[in-house]
């Protein structure tokens, strides 16, 4: 698991993410490390787009990272006119390798779903298989020619018939994916599982629009689009929160590592605000058993 965030200004657009991957050995220990890069500029030094992901953290024997550079070699041989292009050149390169390396899990994934009374054993196994072959990417940054920023999220999962349609962000508003729940409870103000179940039980009376309206008069959150540069803070923060809740409470530290941000502006390039030297997990130490 991990966290991913994107934020779309009329500025640029703007990626953050942790640095945790999760491995699961032979015997069934998920081991930790926390020196995962998950944000990619999307070709060389010169590129304009940039990409986060989330979930997968490679293609089987294929990393993200080749995936991601062959993707900038094609683009440059066939520039893209928009960025919805991009995205959707992007979600369906990706979806022909996902499908062809993992048809064996998703033939099964599809035929776990079909089943209207699944067994324990089975509700187990389709569980388990839409977490380990679930995930996304968003996907920003504009075409030189006209220098309008776009961002685009691209979601796939086992059960997911045909190449992902990428969805179209909106204007300055936080996206995440991965492990939300505690920007969400940042934002809200309140666990959104908790609501919802709040809002379901006997003890609540009113309508479940009638609770999230009373919700929605504390979201913290800008009711405006902000200066890129309060953006990045923003996106960090979130990333942040995100971390030390998982480092200092009960939970799993799925999220974890260095912050890293990059930023797409629309009079500039793709350009890192944070990232992680390669050689920093000589310093840090290997992964951690749980």
Not at 65 to 73: G, H, K, Y
Not at 143 to 148: A, G, L, S, Y
């Amino acid at each position: 698991m991990s966290f991913a965030a994107c934020y779309l200004s009329p500025e640029g657009v703007i990626f953050g993410a942790d640095s945790a991957a999760t491995q699961t050995t032979l015997t069934g220990t998920d081991r930790h490390y926390n020196s995962a890069q998950k944000i990619f500029r999307i070709g060389d030094s010169a590129s304009t787009f940039g990409v986060v992901g989330w979930g997968m953290g490679s293609l089987g024997e294929l990393s993200h990272r080749t995936f991601i550079a062959r993707f900038a070699d094609e683009l440059k041989v066939a520039p893209a006119t928009t960025v919805r292009e991009v995205a959707a050149r992007f979600a369906d390169q990706f979806w022909n390798e996902y499908s062809t390396r993992f048809s064996a899990d998703l033939l099964r994934a599809q035929l776990l779903e079909s089943i209207p009374n699944r067994s324990q054993i089975e509700e187990n196994e389709w569980r388990k298989l839409q977490s380990d072959r679930s995930g996304g990417f968003f996907l920003g940054g504009y075409i030189p020619i006209d220098r309008t920023p776009a961002a685009f999220e691209i979601l796939y999962d086992p059960c997911l018939l045909a190449t992902p349609i990428p969805r179209h962000l909106p204007f300055g508003r936080p996206e995440f994916q991965g492990w939300t729940n505690v920007a969400r409870r940042t934002i809200l103000g309140i666990d959104p599982i908790l609501l919802t179940e709040i809002a379901a039980s006997p003890f609540w009376t009113g309508t479940a629009q009638e609770m999230y309206n009373l919700v929605e008069k504390a979201v913290l959150a800008p009711r405006a689009i902000l200066p890129i540069g309060d953006a990045i803070d923003w996106i960090h923060s979130l990333v942040d929160v995100t971390i030390k809740t998982m480092k200092f409470s009960q939970l799993e530290s799925i999220c974890a590592g260095p912050i890293e941000l990059a930023v797409v502006t629309t009079d500039g390039l793709f350009q890192w605000v944070r990232h992680k030297p390669l050689g920093l997990a000589i310093e840090q130490g290997g992964g951690n058993d749980d």
